[in-house]
């Protein structure tokens, strides 16, 4: 009774009290496969420095396996794994919870949400002939499946094949919702497929029943904008049923940059700039941005009196520009380095790291041994992957 209500608290202090919840759990002397799955559910969720709470549930879930409390994950456990690994967008990561999943959980084509999860968690990384190898061997697909696939091709600008999946969820007796589209119509800005994109747009409402969202206007203003026809794009806005937001009048902003349409511009980021509300430190990254983008307008048609007036006004309002930062991942020194190589050996899983000198697979070396190997990038593929069926998303960095 105890060890339940322990586990209760926990499940309900993750909606909004992590820290709190992290303490109990780490109090409890016993924990069943609930209470593990309570503390890594409750990261998932979690909202803002996505990153951090990915790592700390991967950390919690490599403390799950090694401990000796001999609690196994179930796939609940593999669900919300793959989902911080597909956050944090490292492919080792998921690649090894892959492996694991195969050899101690289940066959993922037949658990249609841990499928989901890989062809979510491999489309992220970017991977998508594994994720769309894991998709088609999949027995069964849900509609979350069937989005999750064509995000990943939008995203990566697989435009017609995105679409292609439309109809063939169609015919599967799926229908696509406003997630679905939004990553159609995604897909066709990427790609500059106007016309193709118009008809989408369309069909969705009148075909499929579905009321376009700001997402779907904002898609659609994008896709006018990036293809030159900003008039267009203006008039649409203008006819929205819905106020447009912000958001949508900057995408057009941009547009006009491209293609050098300063009157447009202008005019697009003096409303832009009447929308903003008054300082605070809440919407002050945002407000900078807009006098920027009016200034590179002007910038581009060599209009620097006017670039120097709004220059003045943003000292005058107190407002900095936010300068940009990049990051970079180094593999040496990244905090899951040693999580994902320490998942193989610990689910017993034989890297059968490549000889280069004999060309034969050694399964039986050290562990010292197979985690060099492996951070060398010399993979065996069938031992990597388990079902012989997908290929090892690794394997095609190692072979470029």
């Known amino acids: 009774m105890y060890q339940m209500v322990r586990t209760k608290w926990v499940e309900n202090k993750n909606t909004g009290y992590y820290s709190r919840a992290r303490r109990v759990f780490d109090e409890m002397v016993v924990r069943s496969n609930v209470t593990w799955n309570a503390m890594i559910t409750g990261y998932c969720t979690q909202r803002g420095r996505t990153k951090e709470y990915a790592r700390d549930a991967l950390v919690l879930f490599q403390d799950m396996l090694t401990g000796v409390c001999g609690v196994k994950p179930t796939d609940t456990t593999m669900v919300c794994v793959l989902s911080m690994a597909s956050q944090l967008g490292v492919l080792e990561s998921g690649a090894c919870v892959h492996g694991y999943i195969e050899k101690t959980v289940c066959v993922p084509e037949n658990d249609v949400f841990i499928g989901t999860g890989l062809v979510d968690m491999y489309a992220k990384c970017g991977c998508l002939e594994s994720a769309l190898s894991v998709f088609w061997q999949m027995n069964e697909r849900n509609l979350l499946t069937w989005t999750a696939m064509s995000t990943g091709l ?8 995105a679409l292609e999946l439309l109809d063939s969820m169609g015919a599967s007796g ?8 939004t990553s159609l119509l995604s897909a066709c800005c990427h790609v500059g497929l106007v016309e193709e994109g118009l008809h989408l747009f369309d ?11 700001m997402q779907h206007y904002g898609c659609m203003v994008d896709l006018l904008g990036r293809a030159g026809h900003l008039k ?4 649409f806005i203008m006819g929205m049923p819905i106020e447009p937001d912000a958001i949508i009048w900057r995408s057009l902003l941009s547009s006009c940059k491209v293609h050098g349409d ?7 980021g003096k409303l832009l700039l009447q929308l903003q509300p008054e300082k605070s430190d809440a919407n002050l990254t945002v407000r900078s941005e807009d006098f920027v983008a009016l200034s590179n307008v002007y910038a581009t048609a060599e209009r620097w009196g006017e670039v120097e007036i709004v220059r003045k006004e943003m000292k005058v309002k ?11 991942q180094s593999m040496n020194n990244y905090d899951l380095d040693a999580w994902w190589t320490d998942l193989w050996l610990v689910s017993d899983w034989k890297f059968g790291t490549y000889d280069t000198k004999d060309g034969v697979v050694a399964g039986d070396k050290s562990k010292e041994e197979q985690v060099r190997g492996f951070q060398c990038h010399h993979f ?5 992957s388990p079902s012989h069926k997908v290929p090892h998303p690794l394997l095609a960095e190692c072979e470029q």
Not at 232 to 235: F, G, K, N, P, Q
Not at 262 to 268: L, Q
Not at 319 to 324: A, E, V, W
Request: with cysteine; net charge positive.
């Open 154 to 161: 939008a995203i990566h600008g697989r435009a017609n094949e």
């Open 174 to 181: 799926i229908k696509p919702n406003v997630v679905t589209f």
């Open 262 to 268: 300063v009157i447009m511009g202008e005019k697009v």
């Open 380 to 384: 065996n593929l069938e031992s990597c």
């Open 232 to 235: 267009e794009a203006y008039e």
């Open 203 to 213: 069909k969705m409402r009148n075909k499929f029943g579905v009321l376009p969202v």
């Open 318 to 328: 107190g407002i900095d520009n936010k300068p940009g930062c990049s990051s970079v």
